[in-house]
């Protein structure tokens, strides 16, 4: 079966640091990868999305870099953290096909 | 951009009574999918309805799909404590990217 994994769970970093969140998929081939943001009570922000190892397609300009090292690893980077960066991230990847998506627990991200 | 925006932001409800949301969305889909979050966690996959479904139902949820409205509506039936979540639609576009709304939360009281 399928799995997702994120981490860490929880982050606390000072403004003007690097940042590195990673997610990686067992199970699956060629998944479709994505990282979405999510601000207190409100929606899932889509940040950046990877249809294959290289490729990354980014949805909103901003502090933020993705990266697809291997094919079921999904990298969500920035060089200096800006207190607006914090929120909850999360991973999901999602088959070619069906694009029914399978999500991370998040990492909840502060930045002081 | 969002595309899917859900109605009500939020809902409270006894245990037994029918949860309906809505979602209204503004460009051409492929699919539109219902998930649920609870607190502080991931999202959890619900339902998916094709663009040329018009109803779907699984367990104690339906989803209805009218996309000369461009709207879906989900619907719990019989709600429990334990259904109290953030609920969201999420449409399909080019490279299965899901788009998501901001949500409705749900609290069902006991």
């Known amino acids: 079966s399928q799995t997702i994994h994120q981490w860490p769970a929880t982050l606390v970093q000072p403004v003007g640091s690097p940042l590195s969140l990673e997610c990686t998929v067992e199970g699956t081939s060629n998944p479709n990868l994505y990282w979405y943001r999510q601000a207190a009570g409100r929606g899932l922000q889509l940040l950046f999305y990877?249809?294959?190892?290289?490729?990354i397609s980014s949805e909103v300009p901003q502090n933020l870099s993705a990266s697809r090292p291997q094919d079921r690893q999904f990298i969500l980077s920035s060089k200096k953290l800006l207190l607006s960066d914090s929120g909850f991230y999360l991973c999901a990847w999602s088959e070619q096909l069906t694009a029914e998506a399978f999500f991370g627990q998040g990492t909840r991200l502060t930045v002081v | 951009s969002q595309q899917g925006e859900e109605d009500p932001q939020a809902l409270s409800i006894q245990e037994g009574e029918n949860a309906t949301m809505n979602c209204s969305y503004k460009?051409?889909?492929?699919?539109l999918q219902w998930y649920r979050q609870n607190s502080g966690r991931g999202l959890v996959h619900l339902i998916l309805i094709r663009s040329n479904e018009r109803e779907k139902h699984s367990g104690r949820l339906r989803v209805t799909l009218d996309t000369s409205k461009k709207s879906s509506s989900l619907l719990i039936t019989a709600s429990r404590a334990a259904d109290t979540a953030s609920y969201f639609c999420a449409t399909v576009g080019g490279y299965n990217k899901l788009i998501f709304g901001a949500g409705t939360r749900l609290a069902v009281h006991p």
């Open positions: 460009t051409s889909i492929n699919n």
């Open positions: 990877s249809v294959g190892i290289g490729q």
